[in-house]
């Protein structure tokens, strides 16, 4: 890899102020990430602030169901409630190392939002966080964790005042701030170095998972699946078993159906173009970008991604609206575990995988849990 | 000297534009805010008020170079419905003194690619069924052939794209070369050493130096950076032409003072037609007195440098 490229996909296409801060950006990453101190802060604070090792759970249930062995990585219960957690560990210690004393970043559900001022807090650095006035007045409970956590939310009433706006808003904040401000970025997304940075940060899961499964059956899964939005979690659990014969699925959300006008797929159903300082898949233009999980809501993905698509590395399909919402139910009810939504595409996926049986061993990446989606659910399933 | 018009002076219209009319007024406004049709009326009303040259935006939802007010003009031209087809329409029917430069995005130029190549756009309805072990390459490759050779087609003499860094601009310098299209960068406070060599080793008509750190915004008062920033460009042939957070003549004059070769305006001509709302000949009439005053400001400051500096011999 050279230039933060992934085989032409990727690089920094943002506006020229932005270029001096993504080089020294990087700079710092490389010196300090490599540093034997700063991996042993950021493990003791994954293990006892997040709560790793996360669990490797046979949901016996659910493969008795569909004669399959299916296994979550149970990054549902980190600190958070996601994945999300052990990028914005790494980010902010990274940044507080580089003499950055305030964090900004953007948020769309405020998952992302809620991370950062956590780790804001903790780490004792300023941190505003935008967010879209729609998402604010959506995502109420949210905007609560942040400000009881002491982050500043800033309501961005631009645009569409959605995730995009917010990510224009915090972009035009680095780039006047970048001397004292560190942008945490959200997922593996954005100009280089953001897209290695996050995928480092997140391979911790597939690292482990890659442990507890080799312990638990002797070997390893047949294949490897994961919600992409952006595409943290599914970068984080695939790194580790990319030279190893295992199969990966990528789910993106499948919104109203492949051929719809209403997705949120560009793996799939996509062509290559460059949005948010990267060149990568974006869904096309007269696509109405949409997902029912606010987290995979994206037009674009990371550029890692778009890579693994082109040299057929990994399978990218669309789970839509309606099946996700169906494996949502389906963990809760065979297994008592309630799926973030995100999540629950990933599930869904599986599930196909098994019924197929191509895969004896599959093992699924449980980015977060439910708990945020409940008001969702309660509407669609008359609860 | 022949008798029959012969080459022009200079190899490029934007180039010719700035130095023949130094110092040079370069204006913006949003293609489409808020229609195509009152952007012709407003486009008429730079060029009477004496734009030197006019730069047109071509809407993107994602433009991560703007501030709020350009942010909000790219909204509403987005919600009329502006494409650019239309964009391009209006481009044909528009008849300027001032040559016309595009600025927009590099999503919106590879799209215009995917949608006019013959294979590459397609819905991948069979891709993503490939297998894992598929290793047959997937990707389809954007151009960007289709948009300049349309640009040029529609009388466009120049293209800035801010997303655009010199280090990936060699398809899309290829294609402004064949079609005798201007690219213009974008130069930063930050931009030095080998950075900026290699943007001035792919600028054409005139670099674009950006007067501070963030996005575009009308400010109150004109930023040092800019003096250190053209000091760090008098090397190099090519006009500078200072822009981001230019308002008001005083703006204009104190910056051609610095160096300037032109100034850009943007931001406070899109408050004019965001305050003007529907549009209409209020609106032209307010852009072109402010034109007028901004042009105004520019010569003053340029006749403050004349001591120093011979101005370029006037061309009828």
Redesign the interface.
């Known amino acids: 890899m050279s230039?933060g490229t992934f085989d032409?996909y990727g690089?920094?296409?943002?506006?020229?102020?932005l270029?001096?801060?993504l080089e020294q950006l990087a700079g710092a990453y490389d010196d300090i990430a490599t540093d034997d101190e700063f991996q042993t802060d950021l493990r003791g604070l994954l293990e006892a602030f997040a709560g790793r090792p996360t669990p490797l759970y046979h949901a016996s249930n659910l493969s008795e169901r569909y004669d399959a062995e299916i296994y979550l990585k149970r990054e549902d219960l980190l600190h958070g409630g996601a994945h999300k957690i052990n990028n914005a560990l790494g980010q902010a210690l990274l940044a507080k190392r580089a003499g950055r004393d305030r964090l900004i970043a953007e948020t769309g559900a405020g998952q992302h939002g809620t991370a950062t001022a956590m780790v804001g807090a903790l780490l004792d650095l300023e941190t505003e966080i935008y967010m879209g006035k729609k998402d604010v007045e959506r995502q109420e409970m949210n905007v609560f964790r942040m400000r009881l956590m002491g982050a500043e939310v800033n309501e961005v009433t631009?645009?569409?005042e959605g995730l995009?706006?917010a990510?224009?808003a915090a972009?035009?904040d680095f780039?006047?701030n970048?001397d004292d401000t560190h942008y945490l970025v959200g997922s593996v997304v954005g100009p280089d170095p953001f897209p290695r940075m996050v995928r480092d940060f997140q391979s911790v899961i597939g690292e482990e998972a890659r442990e507890q499964i080799r312990e638990r059956t002797g070997e390893l899964p047949d294949a490897a699946v994961a919600c992409v939005g952006g595409g943290s979690n599914a970068i984080g659990l695939f790194h580790a078993f990319r030279e190893d014969d295992v199969?990966?699925y990528g789910a993106e959300g499948g919104g109203d159906g492949?051929?719809s006008s209403k997705h949120a797929a560009p793996?799939?159903?996509?062509?290559?173009?460059?949005?948010?300082?990267m060149?990568t898949r974006?869904i096309?233009?007269d696509v109405d970008v949409h997902s029912v999980s606010a987290g995979l809501d994206y037009?674009g993905v990371g550029p890692e991604h778009a890579m693994f698509?082109?040299?057929?590395?990994?399978?990218?399909?669309?789970v839509t609206d309606e099946e996700a919402l169906a494996a949502f139910r389906e963990l809760s009810e065979t297994e008592g575990i309630i799926p973030a939504l995100e999540s629950s595409h990933a599930i869904a996926r599986a599930i196909q995988l098994a019924e197929d049986g191509e895969h004896e061993t599959i093992l699924v990446n449980l980015s977060g849990r439910g708990d945020k989606d409940m008001e969702t659910a309660a509407s669609k399933f008359e609860l | 000297m022949t008798p029959e018009p012969t080459a022009p002076a200079f190899d490029s219209d934007v180039e010719a534009a700035i130095r023949e009319n130094h110092p040079a007024l370069i204006t913006y406004i949003t293609a489409g805010d808020p229609s195509l049709e009152d952007t012709k009326a407003y486009v008429e009303a730079l060029d009477r008020g004496g734009s030197d040259l006019i730069e047109l935006g071509l809407p993107f939802s994602e433009p991560i170079a703007e501030g709020p007010t350009i942010q909000g003009a790219i909204n509403r031209a987005l919600e009329a419905g502006t494409t650019p087809a239309g964009f391009f329409d209006l481009i044909d029917d528009l008849e300027t003194d001032a040559p016309l430069l595009v600025m927009t995005y590099y999503n919106m130029i590879l799209q215009f690619g995917n949608s006019e190549a013959p294979c590459a756009s397609n819905s991948n309805s069979e891709a993503p069924r490939a297998s894992n072990s598929d290793a047959a390459s997937l990707r389809n490759e954007p151009t960007v052939g289709p948009f300049v050779e349309r640009a040029a087609e529609a009388g466009l003499s120049g293209i800035i794209v801010p997303d655009l860094p010199a280090e990936e601009a060699d398809p899309l310098r290829t294609a402004c070369d064949e079609h005798g299209i201007d690219l213009v960068f974008i130069v930063a406070p930050t931009t030095e050493g080998e950075r900026l060599d290699r943007i001035m080793s792919q600028v054409s008509g005139f670099a674009y130096v950006q007067a501070r750190l963030g996005t575009t915004g009308a400010r109150a008062n004109v930023s040092t950076a800019t003096h250190e920033s053209l000091s760090r460009l008098s090397d190099y042939d090519v006009p500078k032409a200072v822009g981001f957070g230019v308002s008001e003549g005083d703006h204009a004059a104190e910056i051609i003072e610095a160096g300037a070769d032109g100034v850009i305006v943007g931001s406070a001509l899109v408050d004019i037609i965001a305050d003007h709302g529907a549009g209409g000949a209020p609106a032209a009439d307010a852009l072109e007195s402010k034109v007028r005053e901004l042009k105004r400001g520019a010569v003053r400051g340029g006749d403050a440098t004349t001591d120093e500096e011979q101005p370029e011999p006037e061309h009828p």
């Open positions: 230039n032409g690089g920094r296409h943002v506006p020229e102020p270029l001096e801060p631009r645009g569409g995009a706006d990510v224009d972009l035009e780039a006047k970048v199969a990966f492949a051929d793996l799939a159903n996509g062509t290559d173009d460059v949005i948010h300082g060149k974006v096309d233009n037009p698509r082109a040299v057929g590395r990994c399978e990218y399909q669309g």
